[in-house]
């Protein structure tokens, strides 16, 4: 790991254990000010890597992140929170954690150096040329996430790294690399800070403008959720008066012909048809929100 700029000592955080609490909070605040503008640079990678997913999705493939330790986690928190942000399919997003689920909850840093079980995680995957393969590494060194990659890539999956080093072998086994150059962390080597905000950004993005590109996002309303309780029933009934300008008993009672489906209620109202249009048109569709009004208004 040595000569690697992440883990590098960091000179502005130089004498950190001698600082008062507030100093060492400004100290990390103006560390963590660099990370969006490190992701920043790297948004033209990000895009295209928006498209591919979104193009994976939309024929049936599916996102597959795979990381160890913090950045397997990170993985693991954006694949488990597609579904109920966007009601989608739990098979969708998946992710793969070194040392499996166990992992989440605490350290198993022997499998990181794992290029077998690596490899193994991904061959029970059957990674197909319609999936795109997230490998998702600070160092961009990990093994086992190098590993999975490479047999992704050569099944004919589309494989994206996430690293915060430039020219890592994860890097050079991707076909598409997203580098975020964080620098060194307040602590040295602690790459769940800094590396970690940025990874946790990158995701956000890729997963978000993904299903954006699907239409399950309409306007900036997260409008494709599942009413499952109290906070989402009500989210949907705002995202119904600010998406059609009604009231809350309108919104109300078009949730209800609507089958309390959000989606559905929208096309309802946006292209003024029945139930029974609008589900149609969502279908023709595949869930996107604004292609099925025109497609509903026009028929």
Do not use: Y
């Given at each position: 790991m040595r000569g690697l700029v992440t883990e590098k000592s960091n000179s502005a955080s130089a004498g950190?254990?001698?600082?008062?609490?507030?100093?060492?909070?400004?100290?990390?605040?103006?560390?963590?000010?660099?990370?969006?503008?490190?992701?920043?640079?790297?948004?033209?990678q990000i895009a295209r890597a928006i498209d591919w997913i979104a193009e994976s999705l939309a024929n049936d493939g599916r996102l597959i992140y795979v990381g160890t330790g913090t950045s397997g986690r990170i993985a693991a928190l954006d694949a488990a929170e597609c579904p109920p942000t966007f009601n989608t399919n739990r098979k969708?997003?998946?992710?793969?954690?070194?040392?499996?689920?166990?992992?989440?909850?605490?350290?198993?840093?022997?499998?990181?150096?794992?290029r077998k079980l690596g490899r193994e995680a991904m061959v029970k995957k059957k990674p197909e040329r319609d999936d795109v393969v997230m490998g998702i590494a600070a160092s961009g060194r990990t093994p086992f996430t190098i590993a999975a990659i490479a047999y992704a890539r050569a099944r004919g999956a589309?494989?994206?790294?996430?690293?915060?080093?430039?020219?890592?072998?994860l890097e050079r086994a991707a076909e598409l690399a997203i580098v975020a150059e964080v620098g060194?962390?307040?602590?040295?080597?602690?790459?769940?800070?800094?590396?970690g905000t940025a990874q946790k950004m990158i995701l956000n993005m890729l997963s978000t403008g993904a299903m954006t590109r699907l239409g399950y996002v309409y306007g900036n309303l997260m409008v494709n959720l599942h009413l499952k309780n109290e906070k989402l029933a009500e989210r949907g009934i705002?995202?119904?008066?600010?998406?059609?300008?009604?009231?809350?008993e309108e919104s109300q009672r078009l949730l209800k012909a609507a089958h309390h489906n959000v989606p559905v209620a929208l096309v309802?109202?946006?292209?003024?048809?029945?139930?029974?249009?609008?589900?149609?048109?969502?279908?023709e569709s595949r869930g996107h929100v604004r292609r099925a009004i025109a497609m509903a208004g026009s028929a």
């Open positions: 950190l254990d001698s600082k008062s609490a507030l100093e060492i909070a400004r100290i990390i605040n103006r560390e963590d000010a660099k990370v969006a503008g490190a992701v920043k640079r790297a948004l033209p969708m997003v998946q992710f793969i954690m070194a040392g499996g689920a166990k992992a989440l909850a605490e350290a198993t840093e022997a499998s990181e150096d794992s589309r494989t994206v790294a996430v690293t915060c080093n430039r020219n890592s072998p060194p962390e307040a602590v040295a080597g602690s790459t769940r800070m800094k590396a705002g995202i119904l008066e600010q998406a059609v300008g009604i009231g809350r309802m109202a946006k292209a003024g048809v029945e139930r029974t249009r609008a589900v149609k048109a969502l279908k």
